[in-house]
């Protein structure tokens, strides 16, 4: 739902702003997320471990210094954070491109620094509690503010800098929100816990928690880097006008991350599981099963999104309708590239499960280091195009590196005739769908057909198995009035 309103935002604000002023807003937003980032040290995530793990144990007191004590490292970083920015704007206004406006904006962003604070920690302590109905309710009215007001304030006139100024009141409202939650649910419990806790006690904690949350922020600096850097080097070398156009073909080559993102969910734990059983013979299982089905799920989701790529960018962003024409092979090539970081993402995830949390760092670091260089090298060349190849090229490089780990560390091995299987049904599939027009009622039918086209020709060559068909199963009894036709 809130990748659906993330998507939702950038479609209106593009829409109002046109394609150079969406691109303006592309230059903001991930020094929103690098600002969020820092000021937040990683600790959010601490925040949750500990907090679970004395709340577990009745430790109410524990609980209210570990809260305190992330606070206190939150308004440090997010000082320096903020001043970095004020005075850093300036000096790199020429290396970047910046325009006058561009700077003041980057100033301005920095005022959401107390707001990421409140949000970051009190989101932490809810999921340190499991209550994710307050997680909700609190990214709900941040999504929901942040269209409406963005969206008002350009109406009004505000162009670009209502956008901002409606991210910036978006925050404040979501952290009150929080705030609100946490002080009548959580804080009224554990405010009276008292228990004494030395100076240098208190130092440990803190050291605790910032040795648990460093690789959080570097792993999250990282993926920035590998996402962002060529909104910014194609802002050097071109304008923002281009800048906009890679901004509206990358979230829809994202669109199959939402597929990895959900299966890494449940691999996590399942390994941690299977680890903590020292059921080698079920590790071995859960990965084998984890690629192959990411694989039979992602591939023919990638043909469709490329081959109905300019249909699609119609939908989302009717506003450009230009998009195809400067972004369209871009798109293409990004598509490919976040099939790789899909990967990548169940790599990831099984690595952690498996009690190893920065192999995947290492890889992710080296793939953002290849990033920058090949963009900078590519784009005078190829523009938008170079900018996407060197995504898929680094996206390429960690996907490699980190799965070819993850089945040296478990002893595992792919079904690599099964998923030879696959990707033939895959691109067969993709040949046949390709005769439908590349158009919008095309695409409909194109999402009408695809999944029997698919499924036949899997099980034609022989690609499905047994547990497939049940799978089949129950996804088809659960379409309500579509399960019959499903069905048969």
């Known amino acids: 739902m809130f990748r659906i309103g993330g998507y939702l935002y950038r479609v209106l604000i593009q829409y109002l702003l046109g394609v150079s002023g969406y691109g303006i807003v592309s230059l903001v937003l991930p020094l929103q997320n690098v600002l969020v980032l820092i000021t937040s040290a990683g600790v959010p995530p601490a925040v949750a471990k500990y907090v679970a793990e004395y709340h577990a144990k009745n430790d109410d007191y524990m609980v209210k210094m570990v809260i305190k004590t992330s606070a206190k490292i939150m308004l440090i970083t997010s000082v320096f954070a903020t001043l970095l920015i004020f005075l850093l704007a300036n000096p790199l206004a020429p290396i970047l491109h910046w325009q006058p406006n561009i700077i003041i904006l980057f100033q301005i962003i920095g005022l959401i620094t107390p707001f990421s604070i409140i949000l970051g920690l009190v989101r932490g302590i809810f999921q340190g509690y499991q209550d994710m109905n307050s997680i909700l309710l609190s990214r709900a009215v941040e999504q929901v503010f942040v269209i409406i007001l963005a969206v008002s304030l350009i109406l009004l006139g505000w162009y670009v800098l209502g956008a901002v100024i409606g991210t910036i009141i978006e925050f404040a409202t979501a952290a009150v929100v929080s705030l609100l939650l946490f002080k009548e649910k959580i804080w009224k419990d554990i405010k009276g816990a008292k228990k004494t806790l030395n100076h240098f006690e208190e130092l440990g904690l803190a050291k605790k928690l910032l040795i648990f949350s460093l690789p959080v922020t ?85 043909v469709i999104i490329i081959l109905f790529s300019k249909p699609i960018l119609a939908i989302m962003f009717p506003g450009a309708p230009l998009a195809y024409l400067f972004a369209g092979g871009a798109l293409k090539i990004l598509i490919v590239a976040m099939a790789f970081f899909s990967i990548y993402v169940v790599s990831s995830s099984i690595s952690q499960g498996l009690g190893k949390p920065y192999l995947p760092m290492y890889f992710l670091i080296l ?7 090949l963009t900078v090298a590519l784009v005078p060349l190829y523009g938008l195009n170079g900018a996407a190849v060197a995504t898929a090229v680094a996206t390429f490089l960690i996907m490699i590196f980190t799965t070819r780990k993850i089945l040296i560390i478990t002893n595992s091995q792919l079904p690599f005739v099964n998923l030879a299987k696959i990707i033939f049904a895959s691109v067969l599939m993709g040949i046949i769908i390709g005769l439908i027009p590349k158009t919008v009622m095309g695409l409909l039918i194109a999402l009408l057909i695809f999944p029997y086209t698919y499924i036949f020709i899997l099980a034609f060559t022989g690609a499905l198995e047994k547990r497939d068909l049940t799978i089949l199963n129950k996804f088809g009894y659960k379409l309500g009035p579509l399960s019959g036709p499903f069905m048969k």
């Open 218 to 302: 570097i792993v999250g600096l990282a993926e920035l880097a590998l996402f962002d850097t060529g909104t910014y080097i194609i802002n050097i070398f071109l304008n923002e006008t281009y800048v906009g156009y890679y901004n509206i073909v990358s979230p829809v080559s994202r669109l199959a991350l939402v597929i990895s993102s959900s299966l890494a969910v449940a691999m996590l734990p399942a390994t941690s599981e299977a680890l903590s059983l020292n059921n080698k013979n079920m590790i071995k299982k859960y990965v084998a099963h984890s690629y192959r089905y990411m694989i039979l799920v992602l591939i023919p989701l990638c």
């Open 367 to 373: 793939g953002s280091i290849v990033n920058l260089v």
